[in-house]
């Protein structure tokens, strides 16, 4: 079974705020988030970690 992160937990991990993260999900940006229970947003750890390494092979790519 997946493990799920929250918002706070996300925003820990890129070491910001959770209404940074927040902002990213609003203009589609960041891991990719859904939602569960009506407002409860979670995250795939495996997206989170898949967008993580994305985002570092494009700062290398620079």
């Known amino acids: 079974m997946p ?3 929250t918002t706070e937990e996300v ?3 890129f070491r910001t705020s959770p209404e940074t993260v927040r902002y990213w999900r609003h203009v589609g ?3 990719k988030s859904f939602k ?3 407002r409860r947003v979670l995250y795939d750890r495996a ?3 898949a967008y993580v390494a ?5 700062a ?3």
């Open 29 to 31: 940006k960041g891991p």
């Open 47 to 49: 997206e989170v970690l």
């Open 54 to 58: 994305e985002c570092k092979a494009e």
């Open 11 to 13: 925003a820990e991990l």
């Open 3 to 5: 493990e799920y992160m």
């Open 60 to 62: 290398e790519a620079a």
């Open 36 to 38: 569960a229970g009506g």
